[in-house]
């Protein structure tokens, strides 16, 4: 079993006072854009966070209906939605394509705030995809053609043999996006804007798109 010292117990009531007087403003929170909001949270979350303040989880589900979820990074965001890059026959790459729907997750440990999205997926165009792989380092362009991702690896020499490889076939020229390798958008159906409150009285905002502009409701924490 767990050794239970290993886990934090529960807040005291000291210790709830004390989050209080180091607590958000207590203005809630606005309720005019989804997006607006989000851009303000993720400034302070890359500003404040000690390490990938645009880490998000993303959510899928396999053929079989089983949720799947890793870490991945947001390479854009706009009022069209939420964008990522992958290996397109990676385990996520094939499961977007056979159910185009997934679930995000921002957690900014630091700031003790979360936002989480549903939506529907689709992929971003071959510019938008071309125009970010050039922006790569020239390692994680390699890297990209050299990893049959999420597929069985023999060990580590056989991918810096397959590194090795590529680097020699491209040589000193420029390194093409590979033909498995783009990106995915995910078009926000429903927004959850979640800030720490003591108690575990916490705030929760509700964003959905409606005619012309977003509705908005509240939940219980």
Known sequence: MTDKTLIPPSPSEDDYVRQVTSAEPPELLSEDDPFALFAEWLKEALEKEPNDGNAMALATVDEDGLPDVRMVLLKDVDADGFVFYTNLESAKGRQLAANPKAALLFHWKS???????????????AEEADAYFATRARPAQLGAWASDQSRPLTDRLALEKKIAEVGLRFGLGKVPRPPHWSGFRIRPQTFEFWRNRAFRLHERLVFEPAQGGWTTRRLFP
Not at 113 to 124: D, N, S, W
């Open 111 to 125: 700031l003790r705030r979360q936002v989480r999205v549903r939506g529907t997926v689709e992929p971003v165009t």
